[in-house]
């Protein structure tokens, strides 16, 4: 489920994308927003688990949480931890239903291209940060940006949410369809909420199983995954696509191929990931143009699935479908709501 533009930064405008943080230092907890119970907690603290190679240990529930990835945000806002959040990065695209009324009103720091400089974040008085990609990108100094460990110097637990380097993009046995589950159920033993985690967790298993069941048997479909460029060009070798019966064209860790490989991919399918304010009318056009002899390209089988719903969230099994769908229309799978 990687791609293009999350590989390097997903749908934001294809420039930032990967992150995570944690810091403490306050003891004073924002209040719950109106009309907005405080999450209840059921664990013993502390608790320890293993993240990007390091042991964390939580002393207590993290009571402030800057989030500096919007899939992390989703998947705080779906456990319903809205009033342990007092921070996040500025949105890329829009919330999935499921929690976009508890999304409003969240304060952002940095933009949806950047992240929050070390003292824009710092004067959160976070103790929890999270965001993808401990290396660099939004721990970078040079870019002014707070450093992990600077982070955790001022008190901070650093969580890495489905990515820990920026290797982990192109490896699809490090991130793919299953790293939100394992981000959801970190996060649930984190706040004392795994129960939640779990029904949620439940939920994403039984809308992939559907699929999973559905194209059983169907005949693989040689299907390539474009995410923009005029050459080279941006493509994806996404796990989705095998999880729903078709076969990736290019290498698991291809990023950039030349007109001529994709010319000669053969793929019989092309799915365009878009995100805010890319074309979709034009991506295709571009296709048709530049590739009419690729079987896809020929039969009509160019099909739009936006980014935000193939990164690691809570709406990756409604890429997942679209997908499926996509590759086998006589499937007539029902999309999940977001």
Wanted: with cysteine.
């Amino acid at each position: 489920m990687p791609h293009a533009v999350r590989k390097i930064g997903l749908g934001a405008g294809a420039a930032c994308m990967l992150l995570l943080l944690v810091t403490a230092c306050s003891g004073t907890e924002a209040p719950s927003p109106a009309g907005r119970t405080s999450s209840q907690t059921s664990a013993s603290y502390p608790i320890s688990l293993q993240n990007c190679g390091r042991k964390l240990t939580i002393a207590t529930p993290p009571k402030r949480v800057v989030s500096l990835w919007q899939s992390n945000t989703e998947a705080l806002l779906a456990l319903g931890l809205r009033d342990k959040i007092v921070a996040t990065q500025q949105a890329y695209s829009p919330y999935p239903r499921s929690v976009a009324k508890l999304a409003a009103g969240l304060k952002t720091i940095g933009s949806n291209t950047s992240f929050p400089s070390k003292e824009a974040l710092l004067s959160e008085q976070p103790d929890f940060v999270t965001g993808q990609v401990l290396d660099g990108f939004a721990f970078d100094t040079s870019q002014g940006y707070a450093s992990v460990a600077q982070l955790q110097q001022n008190g901070a637990t650093v969580y890495g949410a489905n990515l820990c380097s920026s290797k982990d993009a192109q490896n699809t046995k490090r991130w793919n369809i299953d790293s939100v589950s394992k981000t959801l159920r970190d996060y649930g033993k984190i706040f004392g909420v795994s129960a939640k985690a779990d029904a949620v967790v439940d939920r994403l298993d039984a809308e992939k199983e559907k699929v999973v069941a559905a194209a059983k048997g169907e005949k693989p479909v040689k299907t390539a995954y474009f995410n923009g460029g005029t050459g080279p060009l941006i493509v994806l070798a996404d796990d989705l696509i095998s999880t729903a019966g078709g076969k990736n064209v290019f290498p698991a860790d291809a990023v950039y191929v030349s007109k001529e490989a994709f010319a000669s991919s053969g793929a019989e399918v092309i799915l365009v990931g878009t995100f805010p304010g890319q074309s979709f009318s034009a991506e295709k056009e571009f296709l048709q143009k530049t590739f009419p002899d690729v079987p896809a390209v020929r039969t009509g089988r160019i099909e739009e699935v936006p980014t935000r719903e193939t990164d690691s969230s809570i709406s990756v099994m409604v890429g997942l479908t679209k997908i499926a769908n996509a590759l086998h229309p006589g499937l007539g799978l029902t999309v999940p709501s977001s």
